[in-house]
């Protein structure tokens, strides 16, 4: 199985910081790479797919970049709606596998 | 729009099983996968095991050989992913989510608690 890892594990910020998040796989992975976003009690949200795919209706601030095993979420001016947990997951080979989560807070 | 509606909250025993279903509308149900994520209390997400609905096949992760089971009725649009010899480590949300041949997981449903206690 290829094992994702995140970094770091949680941060804090403020409204309006430039926030990055980097995902890293064990072995590379092309582009098969994706973003989601997850708030308390609630189901993740697939916000970047394919490395650089934003979804529709995903919000502009919002970037990724990457490819091979290293890769990165970038949100360009955080806003209080983007506090949350987020996790990358490869689609490069079964099983798919997720990261363990970064933790955005105030 | 596309809509992954689960059933309710279930509590188990040790060594009991659960089925959960997800319930499908909005989009053409047999041209997509079906996939199973489940998220213990604190955790991260762990894959399960996913459903091809045109074929009914199925492919589960390792950890979960010989205990899980998804099958699909196409003619009510649902998929339900039923969990046997259920222990403690089994209490999360259990969410089933849609993908088209690469997994990337573009609609969730609502999640399911299961909860296992004696």
Not at chain 1, 22 to 33: D, P
Not at chain 2, 13 to 39: D, E, L, M
């Amino acid at each position: 199985d290829i094992q994702m890892t995140q970094s770091p594990s949680s941060l804090s910020a403020s409204v309006g910081d430039r926030v990055t998040i980097t995902c890293r796989a064990s072995q590379s992975i092309s582009s098969y790479l994706n973003w989601y976003q997850q708030k308390a009690g609630k189901a993740p949200k697939l916000l970047i797919s394919d490395a650089s795919s934003l979804q529709s209706g995903v919000p502009s601030r919002f970037s990724g970049s990457g490819s091979g095993t290293d890769f990165t979420l970038t949100i360009s001016s955080l806003q209080p709606e983007d506090f949350a947990t987020y996790y990358c997951q490869q689609s490069y080979s079964t099983p798919p596998t997720f990261g363990p989560g970064t933790k955005v807070d105030i | 729009q596309v809509q992954l509606v689960q059933s309710g909250a279930e509590v188990r025993k040790p060594g009991a099983s659960v089925k959960v279903s997800c319930k499908a509308s909005g989009f053409t149900f047999t041209n997509y996968y079906i996939h199973w994520v489940r998220q213990a209390p604190g955790q991260g997400l762990e894959w399960m095991g996913i459903i091809n609905i045109s074929a009914g096949t199925t492919n589960n992760a390792q950890k979960f050989q010989g205990r899980l089971t998804m099958t699909r009725d196409t003619s009510t649009s649902t998929v339900y992913m039923e969990l046997s010899s259920l222990r403690s480590e089994d209490t999360a949300v259990y969410y089933c989510t849609r993908s088209g041949y690469y997994p990337r997981f573009d609609y969730w449903g609502q999640g399911t608690l299961v909860t296992v206690s004696s």
